[in-house]
C-alpha cells in the first residue's frame, strides 16, 4: 500500500469505532496475506488492552456436516482472537517484531452450533511479551488462552478451549 494511500486509510477510520476498524483491518489483512482468514468472515466484537473478542459466523463456509462450526474455523477464531491483540502491540511497538504461533492445543467441549465469540483476555501478557521481544535478540514465547462461547444458545459456557504458544522475535 502506498504512503498516500495508507494515510487516506488512516484518515477515513479515525472517523469509525474502534471494533469496526479493527475488523476493517483484519479483513485487509485476510485479503492481503491470508486469504483462508478473510473466506470465514471474522469480526471484532470488542477489542480494549486486555481483551479481544472476534466473532466467526456459522454459515455454509464454516460448517461441518453435522451442522456444527468445522474444527478448522474455529482455530481460525482461536489465532485470530489471540493474534489480533498482539500485532496491534507490535503495531504501536517502534521495533521490527515477528510474530508467529509455535503451537496450538485444542479442547473440544460442545458442539458449536451458532456464530462463535472467540475471547482473549491475555493484554497485559501480550504486552509484556512484546516489551520483551523489543528489548531481546532471542526469540521469546508465552502461552496464550483463547475461549470459544456460542452466546446466542448457550451464553458464557465454553464450546473449545484453546492455548497457543505465541513466539515473538525482534527482526
Known amino acids: 500500500m502506498t504512503k498516500k494511500r495508507a494515510n487516506a486509510l488512516q484518515r477515513l477510520l479515525r472517523f469509525m469505532p474502534e471494533?469496526?476498524?479493527?475488523?476493517?483491518?483484519?479483513?485487509?489483512?485476510?485479503?492481503?496475506?491470508?486469504?483462508?482468514?478473510?473466506?470465514?468472515?471474522?469480526?471484532?466484537?470488542?477489542?480494549?488492552?486486555?481483551?479481544?473478542?472476534?466473532?466467526?459466523?456459522?454459515?455454509?463456509?464454516?460448517?461441518?456436516?453435522?451442522?456444527?462450526?468445522?474444527?478448522?474455523?474455529?482455530?481460525?477464531?482461536?489465532?485470530c482472537s489471540g493474534g489480533l491483540m498482539a500485532m496491534r502491540l507490535i503495531e504501536e511497538s517502534p521495533h521490527n517484531i515477528a510474530l508467529v504461533f509455535k503451537t496450538l492445543t485444542a479442547e473440544f467441549i460442545k458442539r458449536a452450533e451458532g456464530d462463535v465469540h472467540f475471547t482473549c483476555e491475555e493484554g497485559d501478557?501480550?504486552?509484556?511479551?512484546?516489551?520483551?521481544?523489543?528489548?531481546?535478540a532471542e526469540r521469546v514465547e508465552t502461552p496464550i488462552h483463547v475461549t470459544a462461547t456460542v452466546p446466542g444458545k448457550l451464553g458464557d459456557e465454553p464450546v473449545a478451549k484453546f492455548t497457543l504458544i505465541l513466539s515473538l522475535k525482534k527482526r
Open 125 to 136: 501478557a501480550i504486552a509484556e511479551l512484546v516489551n520483551e521481544a523489543a528489548q531481546s
Open 19 to 79: 471494533n469496526k476498524q479493527a475488523t476493517l483491518m483484519l479483513r485487509i489483512f485476510g485479503f492481503t496475506k491470508i486469504p483462508l482468514l478473510l473466506y470465514v468472515r471474522p469480526s471484532v466484537i470488542e477489542m480494549s488492552d486486555k481483551k479481544v473478542v472476534v466473532k466467526i459466523p456459522l454459515q455454509r463456509r464454516t460448517r461441518n456436516h453435522l451442522r456444527s462450526m468445522y474444527f478448522g474455523a474455529l482455530a481460525i477464531g482461536a489465532d
